[in-house]
Nanobody, 123 residues
Framework: VQLQASGGGLVQPGGSLRLSCAAT????????IGWFRQAPGKEREGVAY?????????YYLDSAKGRFTISRNDGKNAVYLQMNSLKPEDTGVYFC????????????????WGQGTLVTVSS
């Protein structure tokens, strides 16, 4: 199983970025896939995820609601995070990850991690 994240970069406050994660090697749909982030000096926190079985979406980060949108492609092998109205506090490394179907979106339940992509929001 491999998760390949991309799309990070430097953006000004108020700007947008779209993160992508390509997932390969899975043999079933029974897992959750989404994003965590880790700001400098802080613990890793869940942002949002998709139940890959039925496509339902969940947002764990209150500050992301209304600004971030998680989605996936029709082939169920890629997940995206559209981030709008970015703020400096959104700065951090964003990790694509999976948890087993039925588990909550906490890092202790993660069974596969992508390599992370850096998002920097600064003027």
């Amino acid at each position: 199983v491999q998760l390949q994240a991309s799309g990070g970069g430097l953006v000004q406050p108020g700007g947008s970025l779209r993160l992508s994660c390509a997932a390969t090697g899975f043999t079933s749909d029974y897992y959750n896939i989404g994003w965590f982030r880790q700001a400098p000096g802080k613990e890793r926190e869940g942002v949002a995820y998709i139940n890959n079985r039925d496509g339902s979406t969940y947002y764990y980060l209150d500050s992301a609601k209304g600004r971030f949108t998680i989605s996936r492609n029709d082939g169920k092998n890629a997940v995206y995070l559209q981030m709008n109205s970015l703020k400096p506090e959104d700065t951090g490394v964003y990790f694509c990850a999976t948890t087993p179907y039925g588990n909550s979106w906490y890092s202790i339940f993660v069974d596969h991690w992508g390599q992370g992509t850096l998002v920097t929001v600064s003027s």
